[in-house]
């Protein structure tokens, strides 16, 4: 039970992880050691610059990868053990992902790609339909539900992705520079729309190398060499 | 299924498919050319094997049983008892319907002879066929004009001939026979009936096999017995058994075998012959033929299933990104194998489809050059639509294997 006790009023609790790329010669190690607790509701910026190991922390946060060392416990729940097919359960359930290329399925109608995460998780059709539209909504698209998303701009193209992740409430929305690839304008909109989500209760972890984006948030992380350097509050 | 991830799946796949028509063609260019070679060579021996089923149709059908004399002495000089040996008689066949009178649904009688047969425009040797009970639907043939003989020509040897349509031209060249005397030997008989001409060609072109049946002159057993080469104890020639069900067939002629080897005074002067086992046991060995067409589709199918794995491989390298979003938002390995096999399937279902009516075409056209009427069994489509599906399958399972195992992480970053 000690393991439900660590977790309590943290949405997820890295403790001492290590991540280890490889074997021999070729041997990366992205994590040393990383520990950090995540609280429910909370607006967490991971900053770092590239090659930190700030993408392995956002895989192993994201349940994408399991950590070599430690252990991570998501919304109360460990995860080292778990295959993957019990992984992929957990992401679809309490993970939300919005990606720096959005990574919509291209071929795809719109609320077809925010459909997606319900159909694994078995909804209904009807009700699939019916909550896709609603989160389209929320994020301020409801009119192109039936388009491809080649039809979209960039940042009508993240709103989809933010719809997507949104669809199975889940714990922890996980944004891996979601701002990368738009211009200032529409990046703009998009952190605004993640603050909203914040206001209404989400736990949201932003990954970016921009400090004003990270001063968005309630919490900086930051991470150097595969270590956290600096962990402090707003 | 349930909640419609199924119908999903089979949706993205037809997008997916119809997005890459040119990709999807060539993938299932194997599976459209292994289907219509095994149609193809399964529909030349359905249609093969269907114009044998007419032609014994025509016959008088393949429910026989035909039992005839046989020589009991095999070498040396026959013993008494075997001269004493009376052999095949009308009480035979009397006997043998009352064993099981209920699936003898006919009986025909044969004894033959041969006569000098005069009209007054001819005058020739020829065969004479002594016919009892029901020879002439047994074996096939149908009356053209008049009649058949009556219980009454056959019980009191009426001098009546029925003639077959060559036998009409030779002794009638003028056509009107009927009612006209004829002298088989020094007996004259009246024409009471002339048959329909009979002809089968097995192909288009080829003679008419049935030529020769076309020259029966036919009366009465009896009239033989008494004119011809007849005795007091009604021997005749052939005695031929109509048995409709097939399972009752083995054992009425265990039977009979017994009845007549007891009349025989325990030989075995008799032969007994099942046209439809004798014809069955023709027919198998035309099924090497079906091995080879399906041998030779099973060749294409796999030439096409392995190009079919390389296109899959290298279209899943364009794919891991996408495999790896799905993945990150919870689809299972699973659930990317079903999808994987879910497209395989369905461009084999497509493939075959277009390769049923290719092999369609393909039979139509061989079919044609060699003269026979297309016939394609309903077992040879399913055949051929299987043995598809259950080689895309197959070949569709390495690369959904390998596509399930991608780990999500290197998915997503794979550039």
Redesign the interface.
């Known amino acids: 039970m000690s393991t439900t006790q660590q977790t309590v009023g943290a949405a997820a609790r890295a403790a001492d992880v290590w991540k280890v790329y490889g074997a021999g010669e070729a041997q990366v190690i992205a994590l040393r050691g990383v520990s950090v607790s995540l609280e429910q509701g909370k607006y967490t910026a991971i900053m770092g610059p590239s090659g930190s190991g700030k993408s392995t922390l956002m895989a192993i946060l994201g349940c994408l990868d399991k950590p070599t060392n430690g252990t991570y416990a998501l919304d109360g729940e460990r995860v080292e053990g778990l295959s993957g097919r019990e992984l992929a359960a957990i992401r679809n359930d309490k993970i939300g992902f919005v990606f720096q290329q959005y990574n919509l399925l291209p071929k795809a109608s719109v609320v077809r790609n925010v459909e997606l995460p319900m159909l694994y998780a078995g909804v209904s059709r009807k009700e699939r339909r019916q909550r896709a539209q609603e989160l389209l909504e929320r994020v301020g698209i409801p009119e192109k539900a039936k388009v491809l998303p080649a039809a979209l701009s960039g940042g009508q193209r993240q709103r989809v992705a933010i719809a997507r992740a949104l669809t199975n409430r889940p714990a922890l929305l996980l944004a891996d520079e979601p701002t990368g690839a738009l211009d200032q304008k529409t990046g703009h909109e998009v952190l605004e729309l993640f603050v909203d989500l914040h206001r209404q209760g989400n736990t949201i972890i932003i990954v970016t190398h921009d400090l004003s984006i990270a001063a968005m948030a309630q919490r900086q992380v930051e991470i150097m060499d595969g270590l956290i350097k600096l962990s402090e509050a707003a | 299924m349930f909640?419609?991830?199924f119908r999903?799946r089979v949706r993205?796949s037809w997008?997916?498919m119809r997005?890459n028509l040119t990709r999807s063609t060539l993938q299932s260019l194997g599976v459209i050319l292994g289907v219509a070679s095994v149609l193809g060579g399964f529909s030349i021996s359905d249609s093969m094997r269907q114009r044998s089923m007419e032609l014994y149709v025509k016959m008088g059908g393949l429910d026989k049983l035909n039992v005839r004399q046989s020589a009991v002495v095999k070498e040396g000089a026959p013993s008494a008892l075997q001269m004493a040996n009376l052999g095949l008689r009308t009480l035979d066949a009397q006997e043998g319907e009352d064993i099981d009178s209920s699936s003898v649904d006919g009986i025909s009688l044969r004894k033959d002879a041969q006569a000098r047969v005069r009209s007054p425009y001819a005058d020739q040797e020829r065969d004479i066929r002594g016919i009892g009970g029901n020879f002439l639907a047994l074996d096939g043939y149908e009356i053209d004009q008049g009649r058949d003989f009556t219980m009454h020509d056959i019980d009191t040897a009426a001098p009546v001939v029925i003639l077959g349509t060559e036998a009409v031209a030779a002794f009638f060249p003028s056509g009107d026979a009927l009612g006209r005397t004829l002298r088989i030997g020094d007996t004259p008989v009246q024409v009471v009936g002339i048959l329909k001409e009979r002809v089968f060609r097995f192909r288009d072109g080829q003679h008419n096999i049935f030529r020769w049946r076309n020259r029966i002159i036919a009366i009465p057993t009896t009239l033989v017995a008494r004119r011809f080469e007849g005795d007091q104890y009604h021997r005749v020639d052939r005695v031929t058994f109509r048995i409709r069900k097939l399972d009752a067939m083995a054992k009425f002629s265990k039977a009979l075998s017994g009845m007549l080897k007891a009349n025989h005074r325990q030989q075995e002067d008799f032969r007994l012959d099942d046209v439809g086992a004798r014809v069955r046991k023709q027919q198998s060995q035309g099924d090497v033929y079906d091995i080879i067409f399906l041998l030779s589709g099973f060749l294409s199918l796999i030439g096409g299933g392995i190009v079919n794995v390389n296109i899959q491989m290298a279209t899943l390298k364009e794919r891991i990104?996408?495999v790896?979003?799905?993945?990150?938002?919870?689809?299972?390995?699973?659930?990317v194998f079903k999808e994987f096999m879910t497209e395989a399937l369905l461009l084999t279902g497509v493939g075959s489809i277009v390769g049923l009516i290719i092999g369609i075409g393909f039979s139509k056209i061989i079919t044609a050059s060699i003269g026979v009427p297309l016939h394609i069994d309903a077992k040879s489509f399913v055949s051929a639509y299987g043995l598809a599906v259950v080689f895309g399958f197959v070949f569709a399972l390495f690369p959904a294997w390998k596509a399930s195992r991608l780990?999500?992480?290197e998915a997503?970053r794979y550039e």
């Open positions: 909640n419609g991830a999903e993205n997008v997916e997005e990104r996408e790896g979003v799905k993945m990150a938002i919870g689809a299972p390995g699973t659930e780990s999500p992480m997503l």
